[in-house]
């Protein structure tokens, strides 16, 4: 062979390796492509479901202020009903007290009128 069939073979060679690299880096390119529009498509799906974790956030801390809020009125009521009932029981103690004073009074007036007949009842009862 002479050198201008070797000339023919090297620059046939030559363009069989461009051709296979130029090949080669298309496949790749495209594979870069197909990857970076997968990227893609999982960021747009978290920022849509970012989204919707963000309402549902929300919506447990409005709950969450709400029960808090209920709590306190729960809190503030019973506060209240235990003072009613510590004025209730001051006053029932009061008004026993009273009672016993003025039950005194009557059996003092039946003892010293002398148009009442007072039975004997015994010793009084101690309080």
Known sequence: MDTTGWI???????????AIVLLV????R?????QRAKAQEIREKAAAE?????RREAEAARLDAQARL??????????DAAAMQN????RAEQVSGTRAELDDRL????????DVTVEDPGPEPRA
């Open 70 to 79: 209920a709590q306190a009125e729960a809190d503030s009521r019973a506060a």
């Open 25 to 28: 880096g298309r496949r790749g």
């Open 50 to 54: 970012q989204v919707e974790l963000q």
């Open 87 to 90: 004025e209730a029981r001051v």
């Open 107 to 114: 059996r003092t007036a039946d003892r010293i009128d002398p």
């Open 8 to 18: 023919i073979i090297a620059v046939a060679a030559v363009l069989v390796v461009v």
């Open 30 to 34: 495209g594979r870069e492509e197909a």
